[in-house]
């Protein structure tokens, strides 16, 4: 059963939530009466897909070539028709 607390303890409490859905737990976060966000545990497998996917986007930024200003101004206006 998840644990619900309105925003504002949720922002005082926000490390010990984190800590708590870490653990396993979720916790819904309410305004007033009425739940808004739910923080819950990232699934492993998931967890493994964005971080190969952040490895591959580091891995492609460090072999492609500084861009130019004239090639931003370029870009930018690509398309453009005057």
Partial sequence: M???VKIGEAKARLSELIAKVE???E???ARGHEPVAR????DVERRAVIKK???DIR???ARAKPVTVDELIAWKHE???Y
Avoid: K
């Avoid at 923080?39 to 990232?42: D, E, R, T, V, W």
């Fill in 23 to 25: 653990a396993g737990e």
């Fill in 79 to 81: 398309g453009h028709r």
């Fill in 2 to 4: 998840p644990i619900t």
């Fill in 53 to 55: 996917t952040i490895e």
């Fill in 59 to 61: 891995a492609f930024r």
């Fill in 27 to 29: 916790v819904v976060i």
């Fill in 39 to 42: 923080l819950a545990p990232l």
